[in-house]
């Protein structure tokens, strides 16, 4: 991470869980937290609430412009690949990487994620170990190597 | 099922060092390098002397090549309908942040910056094996 403009060695990394599952969400929640203690996961359980969050619209007047967006594909009200759409048709969001992360292995889905600008696309593993194994990938890349943009 | 990687990359010195950590951390790559703009445009659309290039599975791309510059190529890619869904990677030494912010906003899949260390690259380029040619699903490769 590199230097702030305070001197901080570092800050905490927002990032933006959509995800329906309250298993999955305090999975993820876990894992992060045992891979790395700068993160702060938000969450947002349907399309509808990730975009509001996103415009800071409503109760999420406050919400960080999240580092990095992690996007299940099935979700009420609206669904991922929609949410994607938006994200990345809006000038100011469309440079936040965003990660599909999904239980779909259907090559639809992967082919129109990568058609909707999708940064990367993921399958959730079912077992548990395998699960913390790619939270901890996610961290290790992403959040650890990757030059992420820069809070607008 | 071979994994087929264009390096987008002027300098031999970062082309030989990529394929020896590609080579130690994965057996099944087949590197192909272009080592300006212009070639890796013939090579991605199968042109003059490339007419028989496989469609990458993902592109390595430096910023800075002679010819096209890596924008513009970056620009290119992601403008055109049947290449676009190849995940772009940027791999330079520029941590500039309009550098990152101009290759977001032109849809790199990533950016990365290269470390001069000869162990930290191969590090980089185990994880870049580890992350996008082992966890990531890709977009199948669809027939020309």
């Not at chain 1, 669904?79 to 999904?102: F, M, S, W």
Request: proline share 5%.
């Amino acid at each position: 991470m590199k230097s702030d403009e305070n001197g901080k060695e570092s800050r905490r990394i927002e990032v933006l869980l959509v995800e329906d599952s309250p298993g999955d969400v305090r999975l993820t929640q876990e894992a992060f937290r045992e891979a790395n203690g700068a993160i702060q996961l938000n969450v947002t359980t349907d399309g509808i609430e990730a975009m509001a969050f996103l415009r800071k619209q409503g109760d999420h007047a406050d919400a960080p412009r999240p580092d990095i967006i992690l996007l299940d594909l099935n979700l009420p009200k609206m669904d991922g690949r929609e949410v994607l759409a938006q994200i990345k048709n809006d000038d100011n969001l469309k440079t936040i990487p965003t990660v599909i992360l999904t239980t779909s292995d259907a090559e639809a889905d992967i082919i129109k994620s990568y058609q909707l600008k999708a940064n990367c696309y993921l399958s959730k593993p079912v077992q548990l170990a395998a699960f913390e194994t790619l939270v901890k990938s996610i961290n290790d890349f992403w959040l650890t190597k990757v030059h992420l943009p820069p809070h607008g | 099922m071979y994994k087929e990687v264009l390096l987008v990359e002027d300098s031999p010195g970062d082309v030989r060092l990529t394929q020896e950590a590609f080579r130690d951390a994965n057996k099944s790559i087949r590197l192909h390098v272009a080592a300006d703009g212009v070639e890796a445009m013939a090579f991605l659309k199968r042109e003059g002397a490339h007419s028989y290039a496989p469609r990458p599975d993902i592109i390595l791309l430096d910023l800075n090549l002679p010819k096209m510059d890596g924008r513009e190529v970056l620009a290119h890619i992601k403008a055109d309908s049947v290449l676009k869904t190849i995940p772009t990677v940027i791999l330079t030494t520029s941590e500039a942040e309009t550098d990152i912010v101009k290759s977001y906003q032109l849809q790199a899949n990533c950016y990365l910056t290269k470390p001069v260390q000869f162990d930290e690259f191969a590090s980089l380029v185990k994880i870049i094996n580890d992350f996008w040619l082992t966890r990531v699903k890709l977009p199948q490769q669809m027939q020309p």
